[in-house]
């Protein structure tokens, strides 16, 4: 069985969305959730810029995880905390040691950019464990028939946090695609990103064909969900390197357009470089 899910909510319905589908994962691979409250205003959430947000008493917070989690049909332990999203979560992850992290996404191609928190970078900078972004509405199948793994040609060195991950997609046995994004000038051979995601370990075990595909584009996010579309992913995995997560201009980064302007589950594995 694998590590119990984390599962972040707000009440919103992005936050609801995500756990609906945390729960029907989690019960594909037979673990259990731990949901656990945030403050809204903590979260990636549009009305934190226009200060809506109603603050619930401790008395409407548990029926409100009484209500969502009850129909859920998994184990499930509730938690809420009081201090900001990084230090709870740490503190969550700490004590459960979870599998992956999971986050619900709003909608926000309507907001710049500069002005959506990023909340994904502070919970990989505080827990260095793979994280699950679902936006809102996505219909895709859960648990995943396909997976789509976007890597350059770069080595891949993953944290161990990272081989709960290799359990669960042992476990669903989806369709598994790499694919790499090239310059339209240049070659899009998928050689080099099959060998570096063989190498990371995130495959190994998993009893299926992997299948690559090619994609030239000059922008790299939108070459990634164009090979996304185009491969039919119902989970698009992306390797979030230090750099990407650790630097001033995570929005300008590579994973984070992607993650800003998807719209099927995305999975980012925190690597060592």
Do not use: W
Request: hydrophobic share 45%.
């Amino acid at each position: 069985m694998a590590a119990p899910f984390l599962v972040l909510t707000d009440f919103t319905p992005a936050a609801d969305h995500a756990l609906r589908y945390a729960a029907a994962l989690a019960a594909s691979v037979y673990t259990s959730l731990i949901v656990l409250h945030i403050r809204r205003e903590t979260l990636l959430d549009p009305d934190a810029f226009n200060g809506s947000i109603r603050h619930l008493s401790e008395g409407e917070v548990a029926a409100s995880l009484q209500e969502r989690t009850q129909p859920l049909g998994v184990p499930v332990t509730v938690e809420s905390a009081v201090e900001g999203v990084e230090a709870a979560v740490a503190d969550a992850v700490r004590r459960h040691s979870p599998s992956l992290v999971v986050l619900g996404k709003p909608d926000t191609e309507t907001t710049p950019d500069e002005l959506v928190s990023s909340t994904s970078l502070k919970l990989l900078r505080a827990t260095r464990t793979p994280l699950l972004v679902v936006p809102v509405g996505t219909q895709a199948a859960v648990p995943p028939l396909a997976v789509t793994v976007a890597a350059d040609n770069s080595s891949i060195s993953l944290k161990t946090q990272s081989e709960g991950i290799r359990e669960i997609l042992a476990h669903v046995k989806p369709r598994l695609t790499v694919v790499h994004v090239a310059e339209p000038e240049n070659s899009d051979a998928c050689t080099a990103a099959l060998d570096a995601v063989q190498a990371s370990g995130l495959v190994t075990g998993i009893q299926t064909r992997i299948h690559t595909h090619g994609v030239r584009h000059r922008r790299i996010p939108e070459g990634i969900l164009q090979a996304a579309t185009e491969t039919h992913a119902d989970l698009l995995v992306l390797v979030a390197r230090r750099r990407s997560f650790l630097g001033q201009l995570f929005n300008r980064s590579v994973t984070s357009q992607v993650i800003l302007h998807g719209h099927l589950p995305m999975l980012l594995l925190p690597a060592l470089d």
